[in-house]
Nanobody, 130 residues
Framework: QVQLVESGGGLVQPGGSLRLSCSAS???????????MGWFRQAPGKELEFVAA????????NYADSVKGRFTIFRDSTKITVYLQMNNLEPEDTAVYYC????????????????????RGQGTQVTVSS
């Protein structure tokens, strides 16, 4: 159906920036029916948490309070690649970042568990350390 592949993770110093990418591939039918895409993360020893999401129609985005003002989520014109621009990174942002997508319209992705979404990537590691 649909595969999501993340890239762009790595090691960065506190205060630095990274841009994560999530490319979707697969059946055109299913790709065109993804209504929302977003990012989750899991830090060592902590639960998985929502980071940001963007809707296909209108491009409305929402963010976790912990990343507001520092992270920006956006999609390219084809709407099958979603990015997470992360600025002013903090050690607390160290985590494995997962891309996710879902076909359901009106879904509040922030309230969902990653496992409950239609599509999920394998994750990319982000480490913020001096």
């Amino acid at each position: 159906q649909v595969q999501l592949v993340e890239s762009g993770g790595g090691l960065v110093q506190p205060g630095g920036s990274l841009r994560l990418s999530c490319s979707a591939s697969g059946s055109i039918f299913f790709l065109n029916n993804i209504n929302v895409m977003g990012w989750f993360r899991q830090a060592p020893g902590k639960e998985l948490e929502f980071v940001a999401a963007v809707r296909r129609i209108g491009g409305r985005a929402n963010y976790a309070d912990s990343v507001k003002g520092r992270f920006t989520i956006f999609r390219d014109s084809t709407k099958i690649t979603v990015y997470l621009q992360m600025n002013n990174l903090e050690p607390e942002d160290t985590a494995v970042y997962y891309c996710a997508g879902d076909r359901r319209s009106g879904l509040d992705i922030a309230s969902m568990a990653l496992a409950g979404l239609d599509y999920r990537g394998q994750g990319t590691q982000v480490t913020v350390s001096s």
